[in-house]
């Protein structure tokens, strides 16, 4: 019998991403760290959200139940920035355009696949969502 060894990342690094799509313009937002997402890290996506908006446009942004997307901040600024929060049923992820996007990142960036650096594996996700985008529309 042949011991077969398969590269795996040793240790634990985060890699956390909050996305915005644009269905309409097809662009692609995104909030990123190596924590945790907060309701911070939400309030950062309004406010790049509310700089890309064009002309007096209203902008609807679509939500899941994340206790940390329903709080007080997240839904204090959302009114400063003019923007509507539109919160999905729970248990219907399949409802989120944005949901489409990371299906198929984690298909082509995370399965069977090893990154010798944890930078290579952050650019190789952010780089195919970018590429990805257009899977949404």
Same mark, same amino acid.
Do not use: H
């Given at each position: +019998?042949?011991? !077969?060894?398969?590269?795996?990342? @040793?240790?634990?690094?985060?890699?956390?991403?909050?996305?915005?799509?644009?269905?309409? +313009?097809?662009?692609?937002?995104?909030?990123?760290?190596?924590?945790?997402?907060? @309701? %911070?890290?939400?309030? &950062? +996506?309004?406010?790049?959200?509310?700089?890309?908006?064009?002309?007096?446009?209203?902008?609807?942004?679509? !939500?899941?139940?994340?206790?940390?997307?329903?709080?007080? !901040?997240?839904?204090?600024?959302?009114?400063?920035?003019?923007?509507?929060?539109?919160?999905?049923?729970?248990?219907?992820?399949?409802?989120?355009?944005? &949901?489409? !996007?990371?299906?198929?990142?984690?298909?082509? %960036?995370?399965? @069977?696949?090893?990154? &010798?650096?944890? &930078?290579?594996?952050?650019?190789?996700?952010?780089?195919?969502?970018?590429?990805?985008?257009?899977?949404?529309?």
């Amino acid at each position: +019998m042949t011991r !077969l060894f398969i590269k795996s990342p @040793s240790g634990r690094q985060r890699f956390n991403v909050l996305g915005a799509i644009n269905a309409l +313009m097809k662009e692609l937002i995104l909030v990123t760290n190596t924590t945790y997402i907060t @309701s %911070v890290q939400v309030c &950062e +996506m309004l406010v790049k959200i509310a700089e890309c908006r064009r002309a007096e446009i209203p902008i609807t942004i679509v !939500l899941d139940n994340a206790r940390y997307q329903r709080c007080k !901040l997240v839904l204090e600024k959302a009114a400063e920035l003019g923007i509507e929060l539109l919160f999905l049923p729970p248990y219907s992820p399949n409802l989120n355009l944005i &949901e489409r !996007l990371w299906k198929f990142v984690k298909k082509q %960036v995370l399965y @069977s696949k090893y990154y &010798e650096r944890f &930078e290579d594996f952050k650019t190789a996700i952010t780089n195919r969502a970018n590429a990805l985008k257009f899977l949404v529309s």
